[in-house]
Antibody
């Protein structure tokens, strides 16, 4: 099956570091971009950024540039989202997502991970 | 960044109603827009890509239209399972941006 499987829920203290993961399977991991989306409690979806695992080309949304790091390890088919110093305002659900291409044309983000809940609280 | 303004933010409707949700881009994005449905506690689901193309497996009561700056998602006859929150997402230029969402509730 083609799927994205995310790491489990995290509870952290402010100031701690964190790295969450998104593992792709059932497809060529290096051939598709992987995006990250934040959803704060009771709020809408926010686009954070996207990475191309083949060469780690990464595009950040300005609101998240410098706040998080998106990376990928193509050898194990996994993308990451990491924080060096968490804040309470990082409390949210985080989704990874992959676009679909047919005959070279973009066909939307049709594959999503199940989400990772991050709770930052002292 | 391209701003996506979605309206209305919430909508009450009945089973069988026809509903329309709008999304306006702050600049032209050709037809580089998708519509996503999200139910509580679940990941978003792609309904429409390239503004008007129906994703495989999505019921034909969902349709999308528009190009440039103005787009609409229409549900022709609401079913109980359609009550959810809907988002547009522009994929024309980085950073991609979502609309604020439309919560569709049962009247």
């Amino acid at each position: 099956d083609v799927q994205l499987v995310q790491s489990g829920a995290e509870v952290k203290n402010p100031g701690e570091s964190l790295k969450i993961s998104c593992q792709g399977s059932g497809y060529s991991f290096t051939s598709y971009w992987i995006g990250w989306v934040r959803q704060m409690p009771g709020k809408g979806l926010e686009w954070m950024g996207i990475i191309y695992p083949a060469d780690s080309d990464t595009k950040y949304s300005p609101a998240f540039q410098g706040q998080v790091t998106i990376s990928a390890d193509k050898s194990i088919g996994t993308a990451y989202l990491q924080w060096s110093s968490l804040k309470a305002s990082d409390t949210a659900m985080y989704y990874c997502t992959r676009p679909n291409y047919i005959s070279g044309f973009f066909h939307g983000f049709d594959l999503w991970g199940q989400g990772t809940v991050v709770t930052v609280s002292s | 960044a391209i701003q996506m303004t979605q309206s209305p933010s919430s909508l009450s409707a009945s089973v069988g109603d026809r509903v329309t949700i709008a999304c306006r881009a702050s600049q032209g994005i050709r037809n580089d827009l998708g519509w996503y449905q999200q139910k509580p506690g679940k990941a978003p689901k792609l309904l429409i890509y390239a503004a008007s193309s129906l994703q495989s497996g999505v019921p034909s009561r969902f349709s999308g239209s528009g190009s440039g700056t103005d787009f609409t998602l229409t549900i022709s006859s609401l079913q109980p399972e359609d009550f959810a929150t809907y988002y547009c997402l522009q994929d024309n230029k980085y950073p991609y941006t979502f609309g604020q969402g439309t919560k569709l509730e049962i009247k």
